[in-house]
Nanobody, 123 residues
Framework: VQLVESGGQQVQPGESLRLSCAAS????????LKWYRQAPGKERELVVTITQGGESTAHLESVKGRFTGSRDNAKNTVYLQMNSLKPEDTAVYFC?????????????????WGQGTQVTVSE
């Protein structure tokens, strides 16, 4: 299983950014995926869950109304649309696939993480 995030960059407050996570190695459409973030010196926190059907749930009060997850099952990709970015959104953003059966692995489901992509919001 591979999860490859992209799209992170430095932006100014108020701008928008869309992150992508390209997945492979499992039957993508069958599983929910999640976006986490981790700021320097802080614990990793759950940002958004995207269900198999593409419904997005934001888990942080600070991002509700600004961040939306989505997916394209034809491209095996999930996205995180981030609007009205604030300096406190600065973090490394990770794609997470929990409880996934990797293709060819018949032992047990496993959790997988991408390598992360840096988002910096500053003047």
């Amino acid at each position: 299983v591979q999860l490859v995030e992209s799209g992170g960059q430095q932006v100014q407050p108020g701008e928008s950014l869309r992150l992508s996570c390209a997945a492979s190695g499992f039957t993508f459409y069958r599983f929910a995926l999640k976006w986490y973030r981790q700021a320097p010196g802080k614990e990793r926190e759950l940002v958004v869950t995207i269900t198999q059907g593409g419904e997005s749930t934001a888990h942080l009060e600070s991002v509700k109304g600004r961040f939306t997850g989505s997916r394209d099952n034809a491209k095996n990709t999930v996205y995180l649309q981030m609007n009205s970015l604030k300096p406190e959104d600065t973090a490394v953003y990770f794609c997470h696939a929990p409880g996934v059966w990797a293709i060819g692995d018949h032992t047990r489901p496993r959790d997988y993480w991408g390598q992360g992509t840096q988002v910096t919001v500053s003047e």
